[in-house]
């Protein structure tokens, strides 16, 4: 079966602190593309990042980070120096070989106070 | 410009009503999605377009009838919507469907309440 799991439902944290998302997906394909979104509470989804399944190298963007670990299945989101425009829920996502059509984990709502 | 219009943004509707959600992109995108999002849940896929061709119905209700009149817009018909149905409604396009990839840009989607 194709799954993604955020297991952090909510997520408070005080601005500038660090904040890291964790995401643990489920599937039996070799070829395989995770993504992180986010959303504001205007509703749309911003795409963050993509990663293929062959290429476990980590990614840094600006304050982002992305640690894709193939062994643990794991695919965490780090937030350095968290802002206040950061509050948004944030969503994994797994897309696989049916092309397209993304399998979301269930997101965590991140909240950063002033 | 990575950007998927929706229109309308809010819809009030009623059960025996007939509505229409509009979706629009200029990426050059071959594929079009939608998807049903309803309150503190993620995104569920809906039907997938691609060259302007359906390729994916998620066994969705015959309530919902998706349309793709060229390959920059895609709609969402409305009829006889149950108060259930209520929910952020998203579009999004991609590059292809097939290359898996190829990441979706979204809409803001349209906020439809069934009264």
């Known amino acids: 079966a194709q799954k993604v799991t955020q297991a952090q439902t909510e997520i408070s944290v005080v601005e500038k602190e660090d904040v890291t998302l964790d995401c643990v997906y489920e599937t039996r394909d070799t070829t395989y593309y995770l993504f992180w979104y986010k959303q504001p509470p205007s509703g749309e989804l911003v795409f963050l990042i993509r990663?293929?399944?062959?290429?476990?190298q980590n990614e840094i963007s600006g304050r982002y980070s992305w640690n894709f670990q193939k062994s643990t299945s794991s695919f965490n989101f780090t937030i350095t120096a968290s802002q206040v425009v950061d509050s948004a829920v944030y969503f994994c996502a797994l897309s696989y070989n049916q092309g397209g059509k993304l399998i979301f984990g269930q997101g965590t709502e991140l909240s950063v106070k002033p | 410009d990575t950007e998927v219009t929706q229109t309308p943004k809010h819809l009030v509707m009623g059960m025996t009503n007939k509505k229409s959600l509009k979706c629009e992109q200029h990426?050059?995108?071959?594929?079009m999605y939608w998807y049903k999002q309803k309150a503190k849940k993620p995104p569920e896929l809906m039907f997938v377009?691609?060259?302007?061709?359906?390729?994916i119905n998620e066994s969705v209700p015959s309530r919902f009838s998706p349309e793709c009149p060229n390959s920059s817009l895609l709609n969402l018909h409305l009829h006889a919507l149950q108060p259930e149905d209520s929910a952020l409604y998203l579009c999004a396009s991609s590059q292809e469907r097939g290359q898996v990839n190829t990441e979706a840009f979204f809409g803001q989607g349209t906020r439809l309440t069934v009264v």
């Open positions: 990663r293929n399944s062959f290429d476990e």
């Open positions: 377009y691609s060259y302007e061709k359906l390729s």
């Open positions: 990426m050059g995108h071959r594929a």
